[in-house]
């Protein structure tokens, strides 16, 4: 458990839930003012402190009170809050013959800490000859300097922006148990600059749930072996916990979030998989009647893209340079790309793996598919098209792919399936699937250029256009027996929809570059300028709710001079 006195470190049961040093600053102050250290709370009047409505629906609210008498110095910090809280949890839960032990151990802890603290004679001698004069320290890194807030809460000027009030209200999903805060609590920022080491979150709304802190409530028949998985910089670990299902609803701002890549991606795969954008691309350079290469309707293509370029929404793109071929009847030339792009897509990543050797069968491929996410895959259309042949894109495409940090999980998405397209020709009995597997996902692009006050959208597309199913494309792409891990992640290929308006890419918007693409204020596009940035959205709505994605956004940075 951590210390109750908020500082980030790990406390310790028989020191009033604090750490060391915290317990010794407290014992000096106790010494100082010539009292021992006070009893802890009792789990009981810890309960009362909050009200706490249970499954079956039955409610008890107590106000706890102060004792009249209390000096100024032994009134409850936000400390005690905190540890109410966590306390409270875990005396709250279902089996009452651990609520029952919790009672007497509290008191030993009690009597056990009070003669701990007591002071010997030598040292409230050495207190009285020696006063020392209390000075304040931030309470998160006990700086001397710069502090601000009351002198049991001082916080120096650079932890004050990591921590957040919340005075909300947690649910927490299988138990249903409503905790309300009769405080206002410090709770530190997920993934703030407190605590910089990665950590799992969740989204709700705007707020994240920091799974990290809350690992210990998930205690049923499915986590309570796998809580560890929580602490883990991103969820490879958990990926390979099968069977693991959630819910949750919890609250706590992210406004000092600093989001990352969701996993460490091993591998990743970029496939071919929306009719319309390859009839459409067809018809651009080979005309309508060769629209679709003779494979297509057979099989997912696909190609390995580069895993190490794959980047989290948020993170600027850098114009790329290299060879291209303006002029057919003219050398190759080297420069800046003059012709970026963006590609709507969404992208999975891989759950539980699968042993070398040992192909995938469709019938289990929804087991190995763990959540979506947005994805954008930069291409530089001018390099690509010198480059492609024979072998298919390469510097055109590692440029840069971004995706969305949030991973939404099949679960979620289940409410939304639709019925999988009619293909024909029917295509071989290994990738034949009966089951639903196509999600009606509304997904949007927009670009705010420099200059603009808000995004104008350009695309507005679904999901459910997509001619190969994502379990198909998994079934495919392990069917020679290539061995796919956790983390692994596999993308769509640019989403267009058959009207216009629902085109993925700026080469089908543009159409190759023909005509523009208008932004209002008097701006337009063909491709993509320096300082434009990309937003990408999406979400499945419900009746009355939605399941949002969140946002994949990149802002275009000019391209190096002298690369």
């Not at 980030?8 to 021992?36: A, D, W």
């Not at 802890?109 to 603290?117: I, K, P, R």
């Not at 580069?306 to 114009?319: E, Q």
């Not at 298919?392 to 969305?404: A, D, E, Q, V």
Request: aromatic share 8%.
């Amino acid at each position: 458990m951590l210390c109750s006195t908020g500082c980030g470190f790990y406390g310790n049961p028989r020191t009033n839930g604090m750490c060391s040093v915290c317990y010794k600053e407290h014992l000096q102050r106790q010494n100082s003012n010539g009292r021992i250290s006070p009893p802890a709370a009792s789990v009981s009047s810890i309960t009362e402190s909050l009200p706490v409505q249970c499954t079956e629906g039955s409610t008890q609210e107590t106000q706890s009170t102060l004792d009249s008498t209390s000096t100024p110095s032994m009134q409850p910090s936000p400390v005690s809050s905190q540890s109410l809280l966590t306390e409270s949890v875990a005396s709250s839960q279902p089996d009452s013959t651990a609520v029952d032990k919790t009672v007497p151990e509290t008191e030993e802890l009690q009597a056990s800490v009070s003669e701990n603290a007591e002071p010997t004679p030598e040292e409230q001698d050495k207190s009285l000859d020696k006063p020392k004069q209390k000075k304040n320290r931030c309470f998160m890194c006990r700086k001397k300097v710069g502090l601000t807030g009351s002198a049991s809460r001082a916080v120096c000027n650079s932890c004050a922006g990591v921590w957040v009030i919340c005075d909300n209200i947690l649910e927490l999903g299988q138990t249903h148990r409503i905790f309300e805060y009769k405080h206002k609590l410090l709770f530190p920022s997920p993934l703030a600059a407190l605590q910089p080491r990665h950590r799992l979150g969740v989204a709700i709304g705007d707020q994240i749930l920091d799974l990290s802190v809350i690992k210990h409530l998930f205690n049923g028949p499915a986590l309570a072996k796998h809580q560890h998985v929580f602490d883990q910089a991103r969820f490879a670990s958990f990926l390979r916990a099968e069977g693991i299902i959630f819910h949750f609803r919890a609250f706590v701002p992210q406004a000092s979030a600093t989001m990352h890549l969701p996993a460490h991606i091993g591998d990743y795969t970029d496939f071919y998989s929306s009719r319309q954008h390859a009839t459409n691309v067809g018809i651009m350079f080979r005309g309508k009647e060769n629209a679709l290469m003779p494979n297509w309707l057979h099989l997912p293509v696909g190609y390995h893209g580069r895993a190490s370029s794959v980047v989290v929404s948020g993170t600027p793109i850098r114009r790329p340079v290299g060879q291209m071929k303006p002029d057919n009847d003219k050398p190759p030339v080297f420069g800046a790309c003059k012709r970026l792009d963006i590609e709507l897509e969404m992208a999975f990543f891989v759950g539980p793996g699968n042993k070398y050797g040992e192909p995938i069968p469709i019938s289990k491929a929804h087991e190995h598919i763990f959540g979506m996410v947005l994805m954008n895959d930069w291409s530089a259309r001018d390099i690509q098209k010198w480059e492609y042949v024979p072998l298919g894109p390469f510097l055109s495409k590692s440029l840069g792919t971004t995706i969305s940090p949030w991973v939404v999980t099949m679960e979620a998405l289940m409410p939304f399936v639709l019925p999988n397209p009619v293909q024909d020709p029917k295509p071989l009995p290994y990738l034949q699937d009966k089951e639903p597997y196509t999600f009606d996902i509304n997904l949007f692009v927009a670009i705010k250029g420099e200059g603009m006050n808000t995004p104008t959208t350009i695309c507005r597309s679904n999901f459910k256009h997509m001619y190969w199913t994502m379990k198909q494309q998994l079934a495919h792409h392990s069917i020679n027996g290539c061995n796919l891990r956790p983390g692994d992640l596999l993308a769509s290929g640019t989403i267009s929809g058959p009207e216009p308006e629902s085109f993925g890419s700026m080469l089908e918007l543009s159409w190759n570059g023909t005509k523009e693409i208008p932004l209002g204020s008097g701006q337009s596009r063909k491709f993509l300028q320096d300082g434009d940035e990309i937003i990408l959205t999406g979400y499945c709505q419900g009746n009355g709710f939605r399941v949002g994605f969140g946002q994949c956004s990149g802002k275009i940075l000019p391209a190096l001079s002298n690369p």
